[in-house]
């Protein structure tokens, strides 16, 4: 049974730090792209950042996260990590991880929303960051 568990939400201050985990089971972790999606009341889910398979570790961040949110993933324990630093009130959502096999979905060197209809993704958790 293929499996996405999220944990680590909670709440921060801005400029804060935050670190999610996820953890994967039951399929070939090393063959799908991993990403993070986040979703704040009254907006659609949007991706966050994701990691390439096939050990190549190539990560891709949208810009409103680049230089502050850094993703990881450990292919040996089926995880995948996001490190959020210096935390905005905007950052707030609900996080999900999502995995989807093969090649990540990337446009110009930015991660894409679409192209992730096939994937499998976590119950979420919440990220709270006060101002």
């Known amino acids: 049974q293929v499996r996405l568990m999220e944990s680590g939400g909670g709440s921060a201050q801005a400029g804060g730090s935050l670190t999610l985990s996820c953890e994967a089971s039951?399929?070939?972790?090393?063959?799908?792209?991993m990403g993070w999606f986040r979703q704040a009341p009254g907006k659609e889910r949007e991706v966050v950042a994701v990691?390439?398979?096939?050990?190549?570790?190539?990560?891709y961040y949208i810009d409103s996260v680049k230089g502050r949110f850094t993703v990881s993933r450990d292919n040996a324990k089926y995880a995948v990590g996001l490190q959020m630093n210096d935390l905005k009130p905007e950052d707030s959502a609900q996080y999900f991880c999502?995995?989807?096999?093969?090649?990540?979905?990337?446009?110009?060197?930015?991660?894409?929303?679409?192209?992730?209809?096939?994937?499998?993704w976590g119950q979420g958790t919440q990220v709270t960051v006060s101002s």
């Open positions: 999502a995995a989807q096999r093969g090649a990540c979905p990337v446009d110009n060197g930015k991660p894409i929303s679409t192209h992730w209809s096939s994937g499998t």
């Open positions: 039951g399929f070939r972790f090393d063959v799908y792209c």
């Open positions: 990691i390439s398979p096939y050990g190549n570790m190539h990560s």
